[in-house]
């Protein structure tokens, strides 16, 4: 009979290689990058964004914070490397300006770390007081993240082209939203787990549903198709 313990270790694994997947999905955009040694329109946001919510998530699974986390905190520690990866090819085609908005971003996540840090390990005690406080920080961090394709969804309702929103990312996050809701719901129950991964499911499933209802829409229509097509402003994450 498999114990519960047995069956989170199971779906939190699975969610481990879901998610590696989703941190390795922009390594296209770095190539593209290093490729034409520039960084032309490519953005540093969503992966100076992805740092902080990596970085939180580790100091959250800490057995001092949130005990038996391991896989909460190995995933995220390895979404860290491959961000600061990515950061790093940035840094090193970009622009001055470019370099200068990533250092000074990186250092106002780190001055904001070390004081939740601190703070944490000074003033809460106890494990339900941490993961309290540095739990709803992760939570609002990964629902920030979650709920990013809002623009990409709207883009494909006024379109009625799907054009913007590949459908193995979707499913991607979709399926990454379910297993870590399962993986929460499991005994010992993680709240802050739960919530953010919820909505990930969710906002997963309406990208799945936009994309079911506009797939073949935007290939019958030849003027929805061209209509996208002029739209020139593309950031690619």
Known sequence: MVTASVARNIVGIIGNVISFGLFFSPSPT????IKNKAVEEFKPDPYLATVLNCAFWVF??????HPNSLLVVTINAVGLVF????????????????????????LIEAIFLAAIILITMLVLHGTHQRSLVVGVICDV??????????TIMAK?????????MPFWLSLTNFLNGVCWTTYAL?????LYVLISNSIGAVSGLVQLIL???????????????????EDTHVVEV
């Open 30 to 33: 770095f190539y593209k990058i």
């Open 60 to 65: 959250y699974g800490m057995p001092f914070v």
């Open 83 to 106: 961000e600061f990866v990515y950061l790093g090819i940035f840094f090193t085609y970009a622009t001055s300006k470019g370099r200068k908005k990533v250092l000074i971003c990186l």
């Open 141 to 150: 961090f990964n629902v920030m993240m979650y709920v990013s394709p809002l």
């Open 156 to 164: 494909v309702i006024k379109t009625k082209s799907v054009k913007y």
């Open 186 to 190: 499991i005994h010992p129950l993680d």
């Open 211 to 229: 994309y079911a209802c506009y797939c073949c829409r935007g290939d019958a229509d030849g003027e929805g198709v061209k209509k996208t097509s």
